[in-house]
């Protein structure tokens, strides 16, 4: 199983961000895919998840409802990770993140830095 993030960078409150995470070495369209963050000062914290198949469906925390949208690319193995409505307080490293056969599997992250 390999996880790789992208698209992490420094934008200013208000702005927008699409975090991507390209999957390999299983069967994509079977699995819940969750994006996690950690940011200053606190423990990995979950963030979204969608279930496999049409990933027509995702879940948030109430931290980032509203604001964030995941969604996944069943053809391309890619999920994804829209951010608008940017906070400082969103600042931090984001994980892709997949349980494959009860062992979890995580990218190395990619980081998101909302300052002015």
């Known amino acids: 199983v390999q996880l790789v993030e992208s698209g992490g960078g420094l934008v200013q409150p208000g702005g927008s961000l699409k975090l991507s995470c390209a999957a390999s070495?299983?069967?994509?369209?079977?699995?819940?895919m969750r994006w996690h963050r950690q940011t200053l000062g606190k423990e990995r914290e979950w963030v979204a998840s969608?279930?496999?198949?049409?990933?027509?469906?995702?879940t948030y925390d109430d931290s980032v409802k509203d604001r964030f949208t995941i969604s996944r690319d069943q053809r391309n193995n890619t999920v994804y990770l829209q951010m608008t409505s940017l906070k400082p307080e969103d600042s931090g490293v984001y994980y892709c993140?997949?349980?494959?056969?009860?062992?979890?599997?995580w990218g190395q992250g990619t980081r998101v830095t909302v300052s002015s």
């Open positions: 993140n997949v349980r494959v056969s009860g062992t979890d599997y």
């Open positions: 070495g299983f069967v994509f369209e079977n699995y819940v």
């Open positions: 969608t279930v496999g198949r049409t990933g027509s469906i995702g």
